[in-house]
């Protein structure tokens, strides 16, 4: 039962001293407070995907000691989490080293014994982890398969009796009566032992694994000796792809996707081929162009949309939850390129961050700097702008400047680029720079400072306080006690960080005969924004032509819950922040809309929003130069190994898709498949639906595969955003995400595209 690549990652590595060290397995001291260390024993399983740990736990279940190695989004050596920084100064860095999960489950903090021992565990589990993610999608299911497999094996005799298939099928999620099941031990028993072992269980894995819609495609494009010749595969690019360039693109996918040589050496490709092809990134639904930086990044930075964090230091609520510099960490490796910091007077003169009139809890500024200058640029090149919310002291004010310039350094922008005092810099002339939002002194409202007048040591500005706006009682009450002033005085040195940002209160849109500096932006509720795009919404535009405006969530939303972007994208507004740490439909659709151009968290707006001229409003469309309309023809076809989401062992998934069009308003729709039965490996729903879009451009597809009850709410088992203009025509995989945001291995959805003009 373990032929045929079932320890991949094991046999590719087996000689590898840094995995025989984790398949030996170690004590580790894990660390979880200043008074809690114990010692526990950590080992690798044989399956070479999950890990083992020791628990002195009662009652706990064998399922909760074990956590995969697909769940780890990265192994840190030394102090770099909040929990080392505090619980583990006393011991040399060499020793440390942190697991970070990729859901909300928290970071595990290690010491080992010795230096050897931490570079074994951080080096193996990197290798086994670079080489997860380099398996291709047949390699991946197939290593799935196996590990379901062997947990059916409950003898561990490497055969598998009739029960044990029974066992399996409900293990990767399909319902199947005795009679079928039978039917298929029967076939598969050539040697009558009444026990699969073998060829039987290869032939098994044959049948399970069998993708009749696939070929039926590729029978219609092949010979009568199962090869697709280059000149066939070429005409199924052209005709059904809609590939442009298929004569150049054939011959380079054989030789990229081709396992059988013969075929290669053809020019040909055979069936598996092809399937390999399909699950791959050229058989993806989202444009694979669309992964890198492809639109003009030379534009003033007020003609793109950014991808923006509310309250960034939060990990869960807004009133009692965990503030975290590792949520500063998770938000920019999402693409993230503006974070909140909202800033307090802390003890010993040292400025703290949390929700202000609270009890979240809280963390140093000069940590939160130190985690920004970190990770700024790990994901993206492109600038990121630091969004100050600032109620400290003036003392302490300088305490905030003089962090952020001695730990951001050259990365800190403090003076206009190119002396370019008329417009915007770009994000590309930004590239590598930090930006400082906030307050700035009214005598130094030219960015380039020379209107400033220098011993002014400060002053006081209107002050903005968002978290005064929270709806709840507790709040309100501690904002009375405090009696908070409406005016703040502001320390000159962190007025010089601020150059292209100044946080100016909105007094309607501005008369053309008194424009407002470009630099002035001002933030808005999740309401205000909402009316004034009701309201005005091409004055809006026109404002978001030459200025930024940042849009933040309302102060009923206690429990960090998230608003719809789209409508405020759709009038130009840039800074749209969005709770980064709750899943749900809307930061769905928020990471959907920034993985376009690269994941870069900029993205340019459409020609409409950007142009001075424009008469567009998303509220009432008329005739003008938005783009074709469009006519999108979805057929969903099939469903691959969607995960089971209850996990009690009897429980099988009943899906469905759902097919939603986030857009103007006369876009938004949504379309919903039947509901299958008993079957999350291979459901089949072969259901077509058309959409009318009017606005291509503004517009994005959601894909919503839910386990159907009838008595309770559907559970979420997947979904996939894309803009429509990243979307691939043609037969397609769309390769399902967590609610997290975070990839399925092997889940997919199989679909059918085609884009037509309306006349």
Known sequence: MESNGTFLACNSLKDDKDLKFLLKGSQLLKVKSGSWRKERFYKLQEDCKTIWQESKKMLRSPESQIFSIEDIRDVRSGHKTEGMEKYAKDVPEYRCFSIIFKDQRKNLDLIASSEDDANHWISGLGKIIAHSNSMNQKQKLQHWIHTCLRKADKNKDNKMSLKELKNF??????????????????????????????????????????????????????????????????????????????????????????????????????????????????????????????????????????????????????????????????????????????????????????????????????????????????????????????????????????????????????????????????????????????????????????????????????????????????????????????????????????????????????????????????????????????????????????????????????????????????????????????????????????????FSGYVLKPEFLRDEQTKFNPKSITEGTWGTKKKLLLKIISGQQLPKVNKSKNSIVDPKVTVEIHGVQQDNNKKQTKVIENNGFNPKWDEEFTFDIEIPALALVRFVVEDFDMSTKNDFIGQYTLPFTSLKQGYRHIHLLTKNGDPYSSSTLFVYINIQDCD
């Open 169 to 598: 099928l409900k293990e990767v999620n399909i319902e199947v009566d005795d009679y079928h099941a039978k039917k298929i031990f029967q076939h598969c028993d050539k040697s009558k032992t009444e026990a699969l072992e073998d060829d039987e269980i290869e032939e098994f894995y044959k049948i399970l694994t069998e993708r009749k819609e696939i070929d039926k495609i590729f029978q219609k494009y092949s010979d009568a000796e199962g090869f697709m010749s280059c000149q066939n595969l070429v005409r199924f690019l052209y005709e059904m792809q809609q590939e442009e360039d298929a004569v150049v693109a054939a011959p380079a996918l054989i030789q990229r996707y081709e396992p059988n040589e013969r075929a290669k050496r053809g020019n040909a490709m055979t069936k598996d081929g092809f399937l390999m092809y399909l699950l791959s990134d050229d058989g993806n639904i989202f444009n694979s162009s669309h992964r890198k930086v492809y639109q003009d990044m030379t534009q003033p930075l007020s003609h793109y949309l950014v991808s923006s964090s509310h309250n960034t230091y939060l990990m869960e609520d807004q009133l009692t939850g965990p503030s975290s510099t590792e949520a500063y960490i998770r938000a920019l490796t999402k693409g993230c390129r503006c974070v909140e910091l909202d800033c307090w007077d802390g003890p010993n003169s040292e400025p703290i961050i949390y929700h202000g009139y609270t009890l979240t809890s809280k963390i140093l500024f000069s940590d939160v700097i130190k985690a920004i200058k970190n990770y700024a640029f790990k994901t993206s090149p492109y600038p990121v702008i630091i969004s100050l919310e600032n109620h400290c002291s003036v003392d302490q004010q300088k305490v905030m400047a003089q962090h952020m310039t001695t730990i951001l350094q050259d990365m800190l922008l403090v003076a206009p680029v190119d002396g370019n005092k008329s417009q915007f810099p770009s994000p590309e002339q930004l590239k590598g720079k930090i930006l400082v939002k906030g307050k700035k002194l009214s005598r130094q409202e030219d960015p380039s400072g020379t209107n400033g007048n220098n011993n002014l040591e400060a002053e006081d500005v209107s002050d903005e306080d968002e978290a005064a706006e929270i709806e709840d009682e507790s709040v309100k009450t501690e904002i009375q006690q405090k009696g908070k002033s409406d005016t703040l005085k502001l320390a000159k040195e962190l007025s010089d960080t601020v150059v292209y940002c100044k946080s100016v209160h909105f007094n309607g849109f501005e008369d053309p005969s008194h424009p407002r500096a470009f630099y002035e932006m001002s933030s808005f509720t999740e309401s205000k924004a909402l009316k004034l795009a009701q309201e005005s919404g091409t004055s809006f535009i026109h404002h978001n032509i030459r200025h930024l405006s940042r849009i933040y969530p309302a102060g009923w939303r206690t429990d960090s819950s998230n608003y719809n972007p789209v409508d405020l994208w759709n009038v130009g507004c840039q800074i749209v922040a969005l709770n980064f740490q709750t899943a749900g439909t809307e930061m769905d659709v928020y990471q959907g809309r920034f993985q376009d151009n690269g």
